[in-house]
């Protein structure tokens, strides 16, 4: 994606420029400098930034040699280098991770960050049938700590994870 430039605004000023676009955030550590995502969320607040990632196959994994695809790829703590030429090929970071970095970089509530990580790429996205513990609502539910990190995970109504 293209950058910011006097001369070529790109899509990055539009997109912070405008008060209806919601914006997708890699807030790993790795894509962002901290600096530039404390700008974003003094621009664009809350409401309108998506906490997203571009985790690939050894998020969460040891460091080391991975696929991604045909193409080899080293993993070194959250960033994912090509083997052969270094470009970043991804990310070695969790959801959780990219949520608990904003959460550090900007010292969020943890009602912003539930906006940030959920709500507000539902509502982007229509999707009626999430959001609040309601009844007729699906049952999605993350059980978080403090830090946050994740204690537990129920889909459709299941426990799918437990710490």
Do not use: W
Not at 123 to 147: F, H
Request: neutral net charge.
């Amino acid at each position: 994606m293209s950058g910011i430039d006097q001369r070529r605004p790109g899509l990055t000023t539009a997109a912070l420029n405008y008060s209806d676009v919601l914006v997708e955030i890699i807030s790993d550590g790795v894509h962002i400098d901290d600096e530039v995502l404390k700008l974003i969320y003094k621009i664009k607040g809350p409401d309108q930034i998506s906490i997203i990632t571009d985790s690939m196959n050894a998020k969460g994994l040891d460091d080391g040699k991975y696929k991604l695809g045909n193409l080899e790829v080293i993993k070194d703590g959250m960033t994912a280098k090509l083997s052969s030429n270094e470009a970043l090929a991804g990310a070695g970071a969790t959801f959780d991770h990219n949520v608990r970095n904003y959460k550090r970089v900007c010292n969020l509530e943890i009602t912003d960050l539930a906006k940030m990580a959920s709500t507000n790429i539902a509502k982007q996205m229509k999707l009626s049938d999430t959001g609040p513990i309601e009844v007729g609502k699906l049952a999605d539910i993350v059980i978080l700590d403090n830090e946050p990190k994740v204690l537990l995970t129920i889909g459709k109504g299941k426990i799918i994870y437990k710490k």
